[in-house]
C-alpha cells in the first residue's frame, strides 16, 4: 500500500490558525504537543506532523478500506531529521534538496513508516509497504490551474517518459473505494499510485505491485 501528502504552508497560514484555541488538542496527541512546543520552528512543526499523519492514514484507509476521522487515534513518534550524507541510503526519490525527515505513525494497531522533505514552503510526506522503493516520485508547481486535472497530467508525464508509453494510451481510473489506479490500453498496471495536491502544488508516488 502507498500514501502520500503534500502541504503548501503558505496556503495552510491562509486556511488554518493553528494557534487559536484547542486548535492543537483537537488533532494531536500530547507527545506531539510537546513536540511542537519545543521546536525552533513550532509553525512548521505543526505541518510536518500533520502531513506525516495524513500520509500514513491515506495508506491505512487504502489497506483498510476505511474513511474516517480519527486525528487523536493517529500517533508519531521517533521523529528524525536525517542527515544529508544518508540521504543516499534512504528511499528519498530525487528529493536530495531540502531538509528531510523520517516518522513512525501508528493508527489502531497498524504502523507506518514516514518520510518527509520540506524545502522552503513545501512539505511532501510519502509511505510504502516496507522493502519498497518508488518508482516515480514528483512533486512540482502548478501554478492557479485546477490542482486535480494539473496532477493527473503531471503523472501522465511522467510515465509516458519512463514506460514510453503514448499518452493516448494512459488513463487513471478510481476503484470502488475511490483508489486511483494507472491503466495502460485499458488493461489495469500492476502499479502502486497516490495522488496529491495542495495550494500551489501538486504530486504523485508510484511503486510496482499493487498492494
Given at each position: 500500500m502507498i500514501g502520500n501528502d503534500i502541504v503548501d504552508l503558505q496556503q495552510a497560514r491562509q486556511e488554518s490558525n493553528w494557534q487559536r484555541p484547542r486548535y492543537l488538542e483537537k488533532i494531536f496527541t500530547q507527545e506531539e504537543?510537546?513536540?511542537i512546543a519545543e521546536a525552533e520552528a513550532?509553525?512548521?512543526m505543526v505541518w510536518l506532523l500533520w502531513s506525516c499523519k495524513e500520509?500514513?492514514?491515506k495508506r491505512w484507509a487504502s489497506q483498510t478500506q476505511q474513511r474516517r476521522?480519527?486525528?487523536?487515534?493517529?500517533e508519531s513518534t521517533d521523529f528524525y531529521?536525517?542527515?544529508e550524507q544518508d540521504l543516499t541510503t534512504t528511499e528519498m526519490g530525487k528529493q536530495k534538496v531540502g531538509h528531510h525527515y523520517t516518522c513512525s505513525?501508528?493508527?489502531i494497531g497498524h504502523h507506518y513508516m514516514v518520510y518527509t522533505a520540506l524545502k522552503d514552503d513545501l512539505i511532501h510526506s510519502w509511505t510504502l509497504t516496507e522493502g519498497k522503493k518508488p518508482l516515480l516520485l514528483e512533486v512540482a508547481p502548478l501554478g492557479q490551474q485546477d490542482l486535480s486535472i494539473a496532477t493527473r497530467s503531471l503523472l501522465l508525464k511522467h510515465l509516458s517518459k519512463h514506460f514510453l508509453w503514448s499518452p493516448t494510451d494512459i488513463s487513471i481510473q478510481k476503484n470502488e473505494h475511490g483508489r486511483p489506479f494507472v491503466y495502460y490500453q485499458n488493461k489495469k498496471c500492476p502499479l502502486s499510485l497516490s495522488l496529491a495536491h495542495h495550494g500551489r502544488y501538486g504530486g504523485f508516488v508510484l511503486a510496482e505491485g499493487e498492494s
Open positions: 504537543q510537546q513536540r513550532p509553525e512548521v500520509a500514513a492514514y476521522f480519527l486525528p487523536k487515534k493517529m531529521q536525517i542527515q505513525v501508528r493508527i
